[in-house]
């Protein structure tokens, strides 16, 4: 092949006036016809294909040709598509405009701007790279008895398509693809015969001439580049080509979970949604892969995961890997319908497939309840799965509303919908925003807005938008109208209504009427939420403390940050909200819940009399922190001290986590550190998981740790003993420390001598903590043999536990040789930085490893360098710390800026200053408040073991 050398080259875009980060829309892509041909053997690339021109790193490559059908919308004289490391034949390039040729004039190659500029152009031939990184069509590989056993496989999203073919990767642009793969059937390192996925099935069998097999696939519907799928690979996939049907497997295959998981949540989607099959793509392959970046992809017919994101084994994995993996199918499989059948226009509204698929997730967990409230019989999950037992509101709101809280309360974080405080524009995928703000935020104002539509509103209202948009790329804007037109064709939503229980559960499932106010669409409700960042805190009172008849409700931005201006960055909103506020009171014996709308005033409570307390944003069904003053708090509080399990566990959970908050920015909400102890004193007493998973310990170990019996726990209790063991063992509970030492030392890398699944990481970490290099060794020696991917993380996070330093500088050195995957080795280092002893191991690894860092971000695409950067210096507070970073990034400052990493350093300043001022500030105050109350209460010394805890907790994560 003659390749073009100016793919090297850079080349100035001429038309100052095109955003050079989007496309034009001159044309419109209508039909792909890709063919690829991969060499999967690095000792055979086939004639003329010297290694030595290969990019760094880069082994095995594969042929290609792209022939693209556009349509020209607008008069143009070029062709400009996305390209990235292809190196293109120019003298193979043409166009056609029906049966005759027209002349291409030239063909010039922009790769700074990830982009070919062409005059004209319709066919074109080029040779792509399997690079060992993760991204576009990738090189992998898995080891069978010491022998590396190499697949190829792909990773699209977010602009990772133009990696594979030349073509218009940008989400907005749907087309049909037709895809044929040139594969070898025999590896000389493998017994198996290897063969080719992509997102349709197989038309017709594959035509094979000697070792080399063409395999073509069915014509897939509309969809955008980032959810083409390959893969050659010589195992099987869940439901896959090769007629794995693994759900009729027993329970002891590691696939038999997800594939039951797989079809049940697809059952449950097609009942709330509209049927899978209806949608076009008549298979949903899942597959595991040795190494990948994310944690699974929703390629449309062929999902791909992390081993440890899809296998699990019933009787050795955690239940919490359990719930991740059942989570993570169902999120997945909520892709096909929100991100695959209707996808956003651009990333700035990513919310419209990953809030989506976040929220929906929980929807295909859940019990399928008919108007009656009964469970369906046709989608009971199988009773050996154990799905039908969990608490769905308890995980949702612990998993999801810590991380939204946390990362939306800075000037630095960014809207749902990635338009507003941000010019207008998002620059392609990387600036689509936070992760926890998409996700988690952008979850929980879909829950609400389920809880406050009704069930009937929101799920006829979704139907309604996925008829009407099938194929294509809505906006956020006619997502709400959807809604809007429902909402008005039911016609039965109030301004306020009385419950004997909450309008809702945690996961917004409400069979009620909306409550909703009158005069203002459905998006005029929500767009505040949507459309600018942060949130506020209520100041609530009662409006008369004697009669307690309602509440007075101010509200403000909320900012952790003393030193922030609310009203930056600027909004055209004005970071006002209005607020969807539940409020429960008890009166009378009884708890009873009120629903309605408000942004600053009071609401009547209404015939109500007798009020013992009352509880705003009861059951979290909102996102905002609340603040108690007067007569209101005090009556909360003299329930907490008397018993506190009157009041509900989401409420002790939030009051608890908001008042730790609030002493975060004593200038704006009036709260010190001293003052959130005193209020939170009956956490002494708490042993509720909800309450100590969102507020972080003796009476929580005496009810889940290591005196449980195994027997007869149940999985939601399971999540509670982990939980309890690494606290317990954390803040040094004697018992638990020795219990750990013990089964670490009983531990010789056999099954029956292995932990207990929910007690392994605790003996794994605090084990190795208290034990010697002899344990630490035979751990190490484990992981060479082990192939479970859960089991290998579990591994690992006991590694990263020891307190000598030698061991762990050794350990970090491990990390970065090849024992550890590069998907893996940022979390592993990341779990030394969470340690006492490696923090500032971790630093001087940083420092000392740069050209390391350097070298695999710049060569292998690694983008991990931001997370353990930031993970590491995260609780430093002290000047000192503070000297180091900032040397570090003035000697650094190229390779930081060429790295990309100017935005990760500028948030770690800010945090280091952060941490300065608040342990300035609190320190001594909380060194006072525990001497003071060391002896509350007589004997116990609760108090003050729970004030150390949670100082830890604060001073180690919450900073």
Same mark, same amino acid.
């Given at each position: 092949?003659?390749?073009?050398?100016?793919?090297?080259?850079?080349?100035?875009?001429?038309?100052?006036?095109?955003?050079?980060?989007?496309?034009?829309?001159?044309?419109?892509?209508?039909?792909?016809?890709?063919?690829?041909?991969?060499?999967?053997?690095?000792?055979?690339?086939?004639?003329?294909?010297?290694?030595?021109?290969?990019?760094?790193?880069?082994?095995?490559?594969?042929?290609?040709?792209?022939?693209?059908?556009?349509?020209?919308?607008?008069?143009?004289?070029?062709?400009?598509?996305?390209?990235?490391?292809?190196?293109?034949?120019?003298?193979?390039?043409?166009?056609?405009?029906?049966?005759?040729?027209?002349?291409?004039?030239?063909?010039?190659?922009?790769?700074?701007?990830?982009?070919?500029?062409?005059?004209?152009?319709?066919?074109?031939?080029?040779?792509?790279?399997?690079?060992?990184?993760?991204?576009?069509?990738?090189?992998?590989?898995?080891?069978?008895?010491?022998?590396?056993?190499?697949?190829?496989?792909?990773?699209?999203?977010?602009?990772?398509?133009?990696?594979?073919?030349?073509?218009?990767?940008?989400?907005?642009?749907?087309?049909?693809?037709?895809?044929?793969?040139?594969?070898?059937?025999?590896?000389?390192?493998?017994?198996?015969?290897?063969?080719?996925?992509?997102?349709?099935?197989?038309?017709?069998?594959?035509?094979?001439?000697?070792?080399?097999c063409t395999q073509e696939f069915e014509k897939?519907?509309?969809?955008?580049?980032?959810?083409?799928?390959?893969?050659?690979?010589?195992?099987?996939?869940?439901?896959?080509?090769?007629?794995?049907?693994?759900?009729?497997?027993?329970?002891?295959?590691?696939?038999?979970?997800?594939?039951?998981?797989?079809?049940?949540?697809?059952?449950?989607?097609?009942?709330?949604?509209?049927?899978?099959?209806?949608?076009?793509?008549?298979?949903?392959?899942?597959?595991?892969?040795?190494?990948?970046?994310?944690?699974?992809?929703?390629?449309?017919?062929?999902?791909?995961?992390?081993?440890?994101?899809?296998?699990?084994?019933?009787?050795?994995?955690?239940?919490?890997?359990?719930?991740?993996?059942?989570?993570?199918?169902?999120?997945?499989?909520?892709?096909?319908?929100?991100?695959?059948?209707?996808?956003?226009?651009?990333?700035?509204?990513?919310?419209?497939?990953?809030?989506?698929?976040?929220?929906?997730?929980?929807?295909?967990?859940?019990?399928?309840?008919?108007?009656?409230?009964?469970?369906?019989?046709?989608?009971?999950?199988?009773?050996?799965?154990?799905?039908g037992t969990w608490d769905l509101s308890r995980s949702f &709101?612990? %998993?999801?509303?810590?991380?939204?809280?946390? @990362?939306? $309360?800075?000037? *630095? !974080? #960014?809207? =749902?919908?990635? &338009?507003? %405080?941000?010019?207008?524009?998002?620059?392609? @995928?990387? $600036?689509?925003? *936070? !992760? #926890?703000? =998409?996700?988690?935020?952008?979850?929980?104002?879909?829950?609400?807005?389920?809880?406050?539509?009704?069930?009937?509103?929101?799920?006829?209202?979704?139907?309604?938008?996925?008829?009407?948009?099938?194929?294509?790329?809505?906006?956020?804007?006619?997502?709400?109208?959807?809604?809007?037109?429902?909402?008005?064709?039911?016609?039965?939503?109030?301004?306020?209504?009385?419950?004997?229980?909450?309008?809702?559960?945690?996961?917004?499932?409400?069979?009620?009427?909306?409550?909703?106010?009158?005069?203002?669409?459905?998006?005029?409700?929500?767009?505040?939420?949507?459309?600018?960042?942060?949130?506020?805190?209520?100041?609530?009172?009662?409006?008369?403390?004697?009669?307690?008849?309602?509440?007075?409700?101010?509200?403000?931005?909320?900012?952790?940050?003393?030193?922030?201006?609310?009203?930056?960055?600027?909004?055209?909103?004005?970071?006002?909200?209005?607020?969807?506020?539940?409020?429960?009171?008890?009166?009378?014996?009884?708890?009873?819940?009120?629903?309605?709308?408000?942004?600053?005033?009071?609401?009547?409570?209404?015939?109500?009399?007798?009020?013992?307390?009352?509880?705003?944003?009861?059951?979290?069904?909102?996102?905002?922190?609340?603040?108690?003053?007067?007569?209101?708090?005090?009556?909360?509080?003299?329930?907490?001290?008397?018993?506190?399990?009157?009041?509900?566990?989401?409420?002790?959970?939030?009051?608890?986590?908001?008042?730790?908050?609030?002493?975060?920015?004593?200038?704006?909400?009036?709260?010190?550190?001293?003052?959130?102890?005193?209020?939170?004193?009956?956490?002494?007493?708490?042993?509720?998981?909800?309450?100590?998973?969102?507020?972080?310990?003796?009476?929580?170990?005496?009810?889940?740790?290591?005196?449980?019996?195994?027997?007869?726990?149940?999985?939601?209790?399971?999540?509670?003993?982990?939980?309890?063991?690494?606290?317990?063992?954390?803040?040094?509970?004697?018992?638990?420390?020795?219990?750990?030492?013990?089964?670490?030392?009983?531990?010789?890398?056999?099954?029956?001598?292995?932990?207990?699944?929910?007690?392994?990481?605790?003996?794994?970490?605090?084990?190795?903590?208290?034990?010697?290099?002899?344990?630490?060794?035979?751990?190490?020696?484990?992981?060479?043999?082990?192939?479970?991917?859960?089991?290998?993380?579990?591994?690992?996070?006991?590694?990263?536990?020891?307190?000598?330093?030698?061991?762990?500088?050794?350990?970090?050195?491990?990390?970065?040789?090849?024992?550890?995957?590069?998907?893996?080795?940022?979390?592993?280092?990341?779990?030394?930085?969470?340690?006492?002893?490696?923090?500032?191991?971790?630093?001087?690894?940083?420092?000392?490893?740069?050209?390391?860092?350097?070298?695999?971000?710049?060569?292998?695409?690694?983008?991990?360098?931001?997370?353990?950067?930031?993970?590491?210096?995260?609780?430093?507070?002290?000047?000192?710390?503070?000297?180091?970073?900032?040397?570090?990034?003035?000697?650094?400052?190229?390779?930081?800026?060429?790295?990309?990493?100017?935005?990760?350093?500028?948030?770690?300043?800010?945090?280091?200053?952060?941490?300065?001022?608040?342990?300035?500030?609190?320190?001594?105050?909380?060194?006072?408040?525990?001497?003071?109350?060391?002896?509350?209460?007589?004997?116990?010394?609760?108090?003050?073991?729970?004030?150390?805890?949670?100082?830890?907790?604060?001073?180690?994560?919450?900073?």
């Amino acid at each position: 092949m003659k390749l073009s050398p100016a793919i090297f080259a850079a080349l100035e875009v001429a038309s100052a006036q095109r955003d050079p980060w989007r496309l034009p829309t001159t044309l419109d892509p209508l039909h792909y016809n890709i063919r690829i041909k991969a060499y999967l053997d690095p000792e055979d690339q086939g004639e003329d294909n010297d290694t030595i021109n290969f990019p760094a790193n880069t082994q095995q490559h594969f042929d290609a040709s792209a022939r693209i059908k556009m349509n020209c919308t607008e008069p143009t004289s070029e062709i400009i598509l996305n390209s990235l490391y292809l190196d293109f034949d120019a003298g193979q390039t043409s166009l056609k405009r029906g049966n005759a040729d027209v002349k291409i004039n030239s063909v010039v190659f922009d790769n700074d701007l990830e982009q070919i500029n062409e005059e004209i152009d319709l066919s074109i031939d080029y040779r792509g790279y399997l690079q060992p990184n993760n991204f576009g069509f990738y090189i992998s590989y898995y080891e069978n008895e010491g022998v590396r056993n190499y697949v190829a496989s792909s990773q699209m999203q977010g602009p990772y398509a133009r990696r594979v073919f030349p073509g218009f990767d940008e989400p907005g642009f749907k087309a049909e693809y037709s895809v044929t793969m040139e594969y070898q059937q025999k590896m000389p390192w493998s017994n198996l015969d290897y063969y080719p996925l992509s997102n349709m099935p197989y038309k017709g069998q594959a035509a094979c001439n000697g070792n080399w097999c063409t395999q073509e696939f069915e014509k897939t519907v509309k969809m955008s580049s980032y959810l083409t799928a390959f893969a050659i690979v010589d195992f099987g996939s869940l439901i896959g080509e090769k007629d794995q049907l693994m759900s009729a497997t027993g329970t002891d295959n590691p696939m038999w979970f997800p594939a039951i998981s797989t079809e049940r949540v697809t059952d449950q989607f097609g009942s709330v949604l509209r049927s899978y099959k209806d949608m076009g793509v008549e298979k949903a392959d899942q597959i595991a892969l040795p190494d990948f970046n994310a944690g699974a992809m929703e390629n449309w017919g062929l999902v791909t995961y992390r081993e440890q994101s899809l296998l699990y084994d019933m009787n050795r994995d955690r239940f919490d890997r359990k719930f991740y993996v059942a989570n993570v199918v169902s999120h997945e499989m909520a892709h096909m319908w929100f991100g695959d059948f209707v996808t956003c226009q651009f990333w700035d509204e990513l919310w419209l497939n990953e809030a989506f698929a976040t929220f929906i997730s929980y929807v295909g967990l859940e019990e399928n309840r008919d108007s009656n409230n009964s469970v369906r019989e046709s989608l009971k999950w199988n009773d050996d799965s154990s799905v039908g037992t969990w608490d769905l509101s308890r995980s949702f &709101i612990a %998993n999801r509303y810590p991380a939204a809280l946390q @990362h939306d $309360q800075t000037t *630095s !974080s #960014n809207p =749902i919908v990635n &338009i507003e %405080n941000n010019n207008g524009k998002v620059e392609g @995928h990387p $600036q689509a925003g *936070s !992760s #926890n703000i =998409i996700y988690s935020k952008g979850g929980i104002i879909l829950k609400n807005i389920r809880c406050f539509l009704g069930d009937e509103v929101f799920f006829g209202g979704l139907q309604d938008y996925l008829e009407k948009f099938k194929y294509s790329n809505p906006d956020s804007y006619d997502l709400t109208q959807a809604w809007e037109d429902k909402r008005k064709s039911v016609g039965k939503d109030t301004e306020s209504e009385k419950y004997d229980e909450s309008i809702c559960d945690g996961i917004g499932f409400n069979q009620k009427s909306g409550v909703l106010m009158s005069g203002k669409t459905v998006g005029e409700h929500w767009d505040p939420w949507l459309r600018q960042m942060g949130y506020p805190f209520l100041t609530v009172s009662y409006s008369d403390d004697s009669s307690k008849a309602g509440i007075n409700v101010e509200q403000k931005r909320f900012l952790n940050n003393p030193d922030d201006d609310a009203s930056n960055p600027p909004s055209k909103l004005n970071y006002k909200w209005p607020i969807p506020l539940q409020t429960a009171f008890k009166t009378n014996g009884a708890i009873k819940y009120m629903a309605t709308w408000i942004e600053n005033g009071s609401i009547d409570f209404a015939e109500t009399s007798d009020i013992d307390f009352a509880i705003v944003n009861a059951d979290y069904v909102s996102f905002f922190r609340t603040k108690y003053d007067g007569q209101i708090l005090e009556d909360l509080l003299n329930v907490l001290s008397v018993d506190h399990t009157e009041v509900p566990s989401f409420s002790r959970a939030n009051f608890v986590a908001d008042y730790f908050a609030f002493a975060e920015n004593k200038p704006l909400t009036g709260v010190d550190i001293t003052d959130t102890f005193e209020y939170t004193s009956f956490m002494a007493e708490e042993t509720d998981f909800v309450v100590w998973k969102i507020s972080l310990v003796q009476k929580y170990y005496d009810n889940f740790g290591y005196s449980v019996d195994l027997s007869k726990i149940v999985d939601m209790d399971r999540e509670a003993m982990n939980l309890a063991l690494l606290m317990s063992c954390q803040y040094g509970n004697a018992d638990c420390l020795a219990n750990s030492k013990s089964l670490i030392e009983k531990y010789d890398g056999s099954l029956q001598n292995e932990p207990d699944r929910d007690q392994k990481l605790t003996a794994y970490c605090y084990g190795i903590q208290e034990s010697g290099q002899g344990e630490w060794d035979k751990l190490w020696a484990s992981y060479a043999t082990e192939q479970n991917a859960n089991e290998l993380y579990s591994i690992r996070y006991g590694l990263a536990c020891s307190k000598d330093p030698a061991t762990i500088k050794n350990w970090l050195q491990l990390i970065k040789g090849d024992d550890i995957r590069t998907q893996d080795k940022h979390t592993a280092i990341n779990q030394v930085s969470g340690t006492e002893v490696g923090r500032d191991l971790v630093w001087e690894f940083i420092e000392e490893e740069w050209q390391w860092i350097k070298d695999k971000t710049l060569q292998e695409s690694w983008t991990r360098a931001s997370s353990i950067i930031s993970t590491c210096t995260s609780t430093f507070s002290t000047a000192e710390l503070k000297q180091k970073v900032a040397a570090f990034r003035s000697a650094k400052s190229a390779d930081i800026k060429q790295m990309g990493l100017e935005g990760t350093f500028d948030n770690v300043m800010t945090t280091i200053d952060k941490n300065i001022k608040w342990r300035e500030e609190n320190e001594q105050n909380i060194v006072n408040w525990i001497n003071e109350n060391g002896n509350a209460g007589g004997d116990s010394g609760d108090a003050a073991a729970m004030a150390a805890s949670v100082f830890f907790v604060l001073a180690s994560i919450l900073l």
